[in-house]
């Protein structure tokens, strides 16, 4: 699951498809170096630095996962803020880095399963059930400096709203 970041110009007039409203889209190519799609885990970090999600509890990765548990609501991965909005929030989101910088970033962890019995007779003592890459202070600068250019970028490119989905 991902994050794609575009833009609109909202003083165009809107079009209207298939029964929906539509404002003018601004999109990057995917090659383009100022394009900005992020995994979910990312994003909201990003998101949550810049004051646009809450911060995310810490998650206990060695409790088991209940199957019947509904999904936690990530409405927040979807959204929309001005031009003058991401920019001050980019100030803000720089001024108090080190404050809140600890909460949205995590060390590289390796998740184990119980012993397992191979069918040639040998035993896995502790088979890898996933690896989870960390996500430093500097991946979250890199992050927020990518979404800066971003900004700027749709700025000049005469966007009046960033949006995320």
Same mark, same amino acid.
């Given at each position: 699951?991902? +994050? ?66 509904? $999904? ?8 929309? %803020?001005? +031009?003058?909005?991401?920019?001050? /929030?980019? +100030? ?8 809140? $910088? ?11 399963? /119980? ?13 890898? %059930? ?12 890199? %992050? ?22």
């Amino acid at each position: 699951m991902s +994050v794609t970041f575009s833009a609109v110009d909202k003083r165009k007039a809107p079009i209207t498809k298939f029964g929906c409203t539509f404002h003018a889209s601004i999109d990057l190519e995917v090659e383009d170096p100022d394009f900005l799609h992020l995994c979910n885990g990312i994003a909201r970090s990003l998101l949550a630095l810049l004051g646009f999600a809450p911060i995310p509890s810490p998650v206990k990765l060695d409790e088991p996962i209940d199957p019947d548990a509904p $999904c936690p609501a990530v409405d927040y991965l979807v959204g929309e %803020r001005s +031009v003058l909005e991401c920019q001050a /929030a980019i +100030v803000h989101a720089r001024a108090g880095f080190k404050s809140v $910088c600890g909460r949205l970033i995590w060390e590289p962890q390796a998740l184990y399963s /119980a012993p397992v019995s191979n069918p040639d007779g040998t035993v896995e003592l502790r088979p890898l %059930r996933a690896w989870l890459g960390g996500f430093t202070a500097a991946d979250l600068q890199n %992050r927020l400096d990518r979404f800066e250019r971003f900004t700027l970028r749709m700025a000049r490119e005469g966007a009046t709203h960033i949006s995320w989905s």
